[in-house]
């Protein structure tokens, strides 16, 4: 009887323990561990004393119970996770309104959004940006502790009737997201909703456009949304405790991983460190006893034994015990449990097992050698088929063009002069692929082209580009060598321009070579002149449909070399236009051609004229960190040029120019990017008149001047020549890690 009492008040023990373990706060004793329905477990605290620091505080308002960020009293907290180090916060919406008047809308309101923080960081892995709206913009810039600044954005468009938007998709018809651009504690965020035409043509059901960030997979589009009337979403922050990693915290006094079980891990996406009570455990790792909490798998759904077998709970993990007379580890994932068999019967089995593996094996030897000529063969010719190849041949030969001089590459021959294409060799990346910088068992410096994986929309403008560049034969058109079609990617193979684009030239501050106004004017002229012969001279008029700054290369000699025919087009000789989706850059995009959308000659002329204004002007197609009225540099030269105002807008940098002469090419500009294309000049015509220009410039240098400034820059360069790691450029898409302006969006709007 003594001894049933002792068991009884043992388990009574044990129960206690258990349930205080369970009901064991979060928070520090004595300190509120909850604001309304949010837990707020140390070491977060609503004041100084129940916190770790000032940096871990969280404003508790007495009256409606919600917590807030101290930094930033607007944004309200929804929970706190000490497993990942990741805080769920509550961020407003940036949105335009338009009321319509006549046949065009007005801005009545604007609500973009700008947050700055100090303390906790924006996660640019786990939210995205999302703009709602048939008429939007959607822009998100971020800046990180490193001084670094990024920029990213989508656009969104609708028919006349919002019965074309599809519900739960953001793939740009009443709805696009983009991810956040990678930076290093992204502190200060600012994003803004815009509008293209003012919402004229939807004002009815759609007047206004929305723009927010939101965690990812938290936001499903409905049509409904394009009257959105939620004011925030949840987004993630990432915290961490100081700056220290865990090796140099933990010979620290104030390390904050204080249960003897809990275990520290890194930030991956800031400073500092954060701490975890170890599997099988839980409980509040920021505190001595707060790691003791054993969890019981057994209890339903936390453990993966089966059905016949017993499930054994143990400090810090579980078992899975098969019942007498079966062997196995009794989980669902392992080899479960089975009874056990004889040991007669498993030496038959075992040698059955072995003669019939044998046979398999010298059968599988004498098939494979049979059967590996053959797949290698329908392999090459799957390939082919899959990237184009007999569509290739149909588009040369209808074209009449030849491949006679392009080699057709083997993808060994690739691999060795990439090393295997190795992520080091990387030009950059743009909307039709990837370029790496190559060597050729020639010796010839080459640039890769390799396109998307598994897209099959990137064959036909891979194709384009192989028919396009097969007709041109251009001094200042980047020249084609060949490519590679037996690998389940295509693959093109340029020479190597090696001074970057002129795009990098104009607006990278880094840049040591400083263009002048006689190269800047001689590169206008080249890029004319090759624009001019695509519309006049070649066999098939060709629009190239993409024309700007990052797609004109500069050799050696700073001579100009036209690139990127992915989205090209040729016309027929019988039409002056063609019918297309749009397509090309924002800020370069000829607004005829967007709003018709036929392609003209004229769309080029335009794009060649937003260049000429950034060789003037030296100022970027489009910068949302200039005022409103210059952000647009084609509608803020043009409204310049009638105000008489060019002289104000002249880059510094242009040195020993003749002003009249300027004047002459700016006036060029200003034709080039007239609103109807009606109105503008051929590309012939702009060509003769920079021919000319150029021809008084070098008069005016005289002939005795033996050092060009294209001579005087190579003799500062020579020696780092080799060492340039630039080529082909692509377009659509900025690298956050280059040294590109990041006000240079490029959007790709419909398709082919």
Request: proline content about 4%; charged content about 20%; aromatic content about 8%.
């Amino acid at each position: 009887m003594a001894a049933y009492i002792k068991q009884l008040l043992l388990i009574a023990v044990v129960a206690f323990l258990y349930t205080k373990a369970a009901t064991q706060p979060m928070s520090l004793p004595n300190c509120p561990s909850k604001c309304g329905s949010v837990t707020i477990p140390y070491p977060f605290g609503t004041t100084e004393e129940c916190s770790l620091d000032n940096t871990f505080l969280i404003d508790c308002n007495n009256t409606s119970q919600i917590p807030f960020l101290p930094e930033n009293k607007n944004i309200s907290v929804l929970n706190i996770s000490l497993d990942d180090g990741v805080m769920r916060v509550a961020w407003p919406i940036a949105s335009d309104c338009y009321t319509k008047k006549g046949e065009l809308g007005e801005l009545v309101n604007q609500t973009p959004q700008d947050i700055n923080m100090t303390n906790f960081h924006i996660s640019p892995t786990r939210n995205k940006l999302i703009a709602v709206g048939c008429d939007t913009v959607g822009v998100v810039g971020v800046a990180d502790s490193r001084g670094n600044n990024y920029l990213a954005g989508c656009m969104t468009y609708c028919n006349m009737h919002n019965d074309t938007t599809d519900n739960q998709s953001c793939s740009g018809v009443g709805c696009c997201e983009v991810s956040i651009p990678r930076g290093y504690m992204l502190r200060e965020v600012n994003y803004v909703s815009g509008a293209i035409y003012n919402h004229s043509s939807v004002n009815d059901f759609n007047p206004c456009g929305y723009v927010f960030l939101a965690e990812n997979g938290n936001y499903n589009f409905s049509r409904t949304d394009l009257k959105l009337q939620k004011k925030e979403f949840p987004v993630l922050l990432n915290w961490a405790v100081g700056n220290q990693t865990c090796d140099q915290a933990k010979n620290l006094t104030n390390y904050a991983c204080k249960a003897d079980k809990s275990t520290c891990h890194n930030s991956t996406e800031r400073s500092g460190y954060f701490c975890k009570c170890p599997d099988g455990y839980q409980g509040n790792p920021y505190r001595s006893e707060g790691c003791h909490e054993d969890i019981n798998e057994c209890t339903e759904g936390l453990n993966d034994c089966v059905e016949e077998a017993r499930c054994n709970n143990d400090p810090g993990t579980y078992q899975c015990l098969c019942p007498a007379g079966y062997e196995g580890d009794g989980k669902n994932d392992g080899t479960r449990c089975s009874k056990k068999p004889r040991k007669d019967i498993i030496l038959i089995i075992a040698l059955s097992v072995s003669l019939s593996l044998l046979a398999l094996l010298v059968g599988s030897f004498y098939a494979y050698f049979a059967l590996k000529k053959r797949k290698l063969i329908k392999l090459k010719e799957q390939f082919f088929q899959q990237n184009g190849g007999l569509l290739l041949q149909q588009q040369i030969g209808r074209h009449g063009g030849s491949t006679e001089t392009a080699k057709v590459f083997t993808l060994e021959e690739l691999k060795e002069a990439t090393n295997n294409f190795n992520e080091g060799k990387i030009l950059g990346q743009g909307g039709q692929g990837t370029v790496y910088k190559g060597v050729l068992q020639d010796k010839r410096i080459v640039a890769i082209k390799k396109s998307k994986i598994n897209d099959p929309d990137q064959i036909k403008p891979f194709i384009n580009e192989v028919v396009i560049l097969s007709q041109i034969n251009h001094r200042n058109v980047v020249k084609l060598f060949g490519c590679c079609l037996e690998t389940e990617v295509p693959l093109l193979v340029y020479e190597f321009i090696p001074n970057g684009t002129v795009h990098e030239h104009l607006h990278d501050p880094n840049q040591s070579i400083k263009l002048t106004w006689k190269t800047r004017l001689r590169i206008a002229k080249e890029t004319a002149g090759v624009l001019a012969y695509l519309h006049s001279a070649a066999s098939t008029p060709i629009i190239h449909r993409d024309v700007k700054s990052t797609n004109i290369l500069l050799d050696r000699n700073l001579i100009a070399k036209v690139s990127d025919f992915g989205a090209s087009r040729s016309v027929p000789l019988d039409h002056s236009q063609i019918n297309t989706l749009v397509q090309g850059t924002l800020g370069y995009l000829d607004p005829e051609y967007f709003h018709t959308s036929q392609l003209t000659e004229k769309s080029d002329v335009y794009s060649f004229g937003v260049v000429l204004a950034e060789l003037l002007t030296g100022m970027m197609a489009l910068s949302f960190d200039r005022p409103e009225v210059e952000r647009n540099l084609a509608s803020y030269f043009g409204s310049s040029m009638k105000e008489g105002r060019l002289l104000h807008i002249l880059d510094q940098n242009i040195d020993e120019a003749n002003i009249e002469q300027v004047k002459e090419v700016a006036n060029i500009a200003e034709r080039c990017l007239r609103l109807k294309g009606e109105d503008r000049p051929t590309m012939k015509e702009v060509a003769m008149e920079l021919e000319g220009i150029l021809v008084i410039e070098e008069h005016r240098w005289g002939s005795d001047n033996l050092f060009s400034e294209e001579t005087e820059n190579l003799l500062k360069t020579t020696g780092s020549v080799k060492n340039v790691e630039d080529g082909i450029g692509g377009s659509g898409i900025i690298n956050s890690s280059d040294s590109y302006s990041l006000n240079q969006i490029s959007i790709s709007i419909g398709g082919r």
